[in-house]
């Protein structure tokens, strides 16, 4: 199983700030990963496929970078409305897996 | 607009069974792969298991496997999750996914807001 470790676990920023969450794969997982958000009480939402690519509709604010086993998301500058929980995700082999996820908050 | 409304949660017994309903709306349904991921309270993301758009493959997590078992109904746009002896753990909130594309990616874009699933006694 793969295993994807994200972190920081929390990260603490202001709006206006650049955001950079990590998540790192127990073995290669090529470019095959993606990123989700998540707010309270709301479902998961599709930012970020295949690595790199934004998903529809998603602010260009948004961006993913890396392959093999080293992934970063980040958000050149935070909106109130950034504040979530997010998760990445890997396809590259069954069965599907998820990180912990990486809580950013208000600071 | 692609609409995924889970029904079917409630609370259950440890050992007993639960079949949760994922009605699908604002797509062909059976164009699409579809998934069932799950969220402990408090706790991350899950995948659970997956079925092609045909209904003739399918994946499951090894911690349901021969427990839970997802089959779709193309022609009542609805996908389903059989959950037989259940446990504990397995206590979470299951959302249903739809596939981005046609072509499965394993990528799930849009999520249902899940139903609720408690297994005590």
């Known amino acids: 199983e793969v295993v994807l470790t994200q972190s920081p676990a929390t990260l603490s920023l202001s709006p206006g700030e650049r955001a950079t969450v990590s998540c790192r794969a127990s073995?290669?997982?090529?470019?095959?990963l993606a990123w989700y958000q998540q707010k309270p009480g709301q479902a998961p939402r599709l930012l970020i496929y295949?690595?790199?690519n934004r998903a529809t509709g998603i602010p260009a604010r948004f961006s993913g970078s890396g392959s093999g086993t080293d992934f970063t998301l980040t958000i050149s500058s935070l909106e109130p409305e950034d504040f979530a929980v997010y998760y990445c995700q890997q396809r590259r082999n069954w069965p599907l897996t998820f990180g912990g996820g990486t809580k950013v908050e208000i600071k | 607009e692609v609409q995924l409304v889970e029904s079917g949660g409630g609370l259950v017994q440890p050992g007993g069974s639960l079949r949760l309903s994922c009605a699908a709306s604002g797509f062909t349904f059976s164009s699409y792969a579809m998934t069932w991921v799950r969220q402990a309270p408090g706790k991350g993301l899950e995948w659970v298991s997956t079925?092609?758009?045909?209904?003739?493959?399918?994946n499951y997590a090894d911690s349901v496997k021969g427990r839970f078992t997802i089959s779709r109904d193309n022609s009542k746009n609805t996908l389903y999750l059989q959950m037989d002896s259940l446990r504990a753990e397995d206590t979470a909130l299951y959302s249903c996914?739809?596939?981005?594309?046609?072509?499965?990616?394993?990528?799930?874009?849009?999520w249902g807001q899940g139903t609720p699933v408690t297994v005590s006694s």
């Open positions: 073995q290669s997982v090529s470019s095959y």
């Open positions: 996914a739809k596939d981005r594309t046609t072509v499965t990616t394993y990528w799930f874009d849009p």
């Open positions: 079925i092609s758009g045909s209904g003739g493959n399918t």
């Open positions: 295949d690595a790199s």
